[in-house]
């Protein structure tokens, strides 16, 4: 088994260590990742001449791997007649694009002709923050208007989705751009070997066997054309069944749960509409199976300290789950009085698909000005 290492908070030229109580949490759907440590000490010592401010940038340190790069939240000191103790808590740097507004104002508040990665890169870099796409740019977004008051964060989780990615904080404080599940760990969890406690859910309460997107587009007279046609064609609709959960239809002896949805996007509508279907199926499908592990060491079987968005397998037969690769949504390393574990949370990849979105709606012919045309093609080839 692999040394976890001790716990370093780098913090203004100081490297403080004896952490007693530990908690370091980080995760796909959690950004920023966080810190909470402390210690007690019934005399004083080496840490009651520490200097640590509120405010000031930091590392966190795990055996040698970098886990958080960020600052200093809260530092809390406490004296008694027997013991000192202090207790630091703190965020990574992306905690200021869920904190802060969004502030473009040298551009008007605007962005055009900007794909996921610029657009992200451009909110980030207010805050010294850079931005990795790890599987491409993503989509180009003719134009985006920030709209007063809404936080860099809510903005770039929205391109994200509207690229089908995930956006998280990686150790170095900097953002991600990933699809999930695109690393892998050298090992897993399994029962009899490092799992102390686990607990699955599997719920069918959030999933039905049929669902139903109607589109409804917004152009000017087009429910009076579509009108005509009478019956369905007044509206446009995408369906998809999950047979795992009963019938896609009434009247077949087989338990029938529709869920009719709306797609209200302008243009690309029937494409939305089907993807948003099928985003339904898959993501209630996925967040219907889920695994809550707590295991004795806070790295795999190479060394490597569990990481968000990797693939990792899961053997856990007295709880129906076997032979599976899920990905680690969230990992929270801990030691205390229980010791040290980490307790993560997993899931099956499409659990994490981001729901299909058009990131701002235009008229269509809005939106064939703002884009820009094919190259033209000399050699007259086919393209």
């Not at 992306?94 to 502030?103: I, K, N, P, R, T």
């Not at 404080?173 to 009899?192: C, E, K, P, V, Y």
């Not at 574990?341 to 701002?360: C, S």
Request: proline share 5%.
């Amino acid at each position: 088994m692999h040394d976890d290492g001790e716990l370093v908070l780098l913090v203004d030229g100081q490297r403080l260590s004896g952490w007693q109580e530990i908690r370091v949490s980080r995760g796909i759907e959690r950004i920023p990742s966080d810190f909470d440590i402390s210690l007690t000490e019934r005399f004083p010592g080496e840490m009651e001449a520490a200097i640590i401010r509120a405010g000031t940038p930091c590392q966190v340190m795990i055996g040698g791997d970098l886990v958080v790069t960020g600052y200093i939240d809260r530092y809390a000191p406490e004296i008694s007649p027997t013991a000192h103790s202090i207790r630091v808590v703190g965020r990574g740097k992306c905690q200021d694009l869920v904190d802060c507004s969004a502030y473009l104002r040298g551009v008007n508040n605007q962005v055009m002709q900007a794909t996921t990665r610029e657009l992200a890169e451009k909110l980030a870099a207010l805050f010294g923050i850079s931005v990795t796409a790890r599987d491409g740019d993503g989509a180009v977004v003719p134009q985006f208007n920030v709209i007063l008051t809404e936080t860099s964060w809510d903005i770039i989780e929205r391109a994200a989705r509207h690229s089908a990615m995930l956006a998280y904080e990686g150790a170095d404080g900097n953002l991600i751009l990933s699809r999930a599940g695109t690393d892998r760990m050298a090992s897993g969890f399994q029962q009899g070997g490092n799992v102390e406690r686990a607990q699955a859910t599997f719920s069918v309460d959030q999933r039905f066997s049929l669902y139903e997107v109607v589109w409804q587009p917004l152009e000017v007279l087009g429910d009076v054309s579509r009108a005509a046609g009478a019956g369905d064609a007044a509206n446009i609709r995408a369906q998809v069944a999950d047979i795992t959960v009963g019938a896609d239809k009434p009247g077949t002896g087989r338990r029938f749960r529709p869920k009719v949805l709306v797609s209200d996007q302008d243009q690309f509508g029937q494409d939305i509409a089907e993807r948003r279907a099928l985003w339904e199926r898959n993501r209630r499908n996925g967040r219907g199976r889920q695994v809550f592990v707590v295991v004795d060491s806070w790295r795999d079987a190479a060394g490597r300290l569990w990481e968000p968005n990797a693939r990792a397998p899961v053997d856990l037969p007295a709880l129906k789950v076997s032979d599976v690769e899920w990905v680690i949504a969230d990992v929270t390393y801990l030691r205390g009085e229980n010791g040290t574990r980490a307790e993560l949370l997993l899931m099956p990849a499409e659990a994490f698909d981001p729901e299909p979105i058009v990131l701002q709606p235009f008229d269509a012919q809005v939106l064939n000005s703002l884009t820009p045309a094919a190259p033209a093609n000399p050699t007259g080839a086919p393209p």
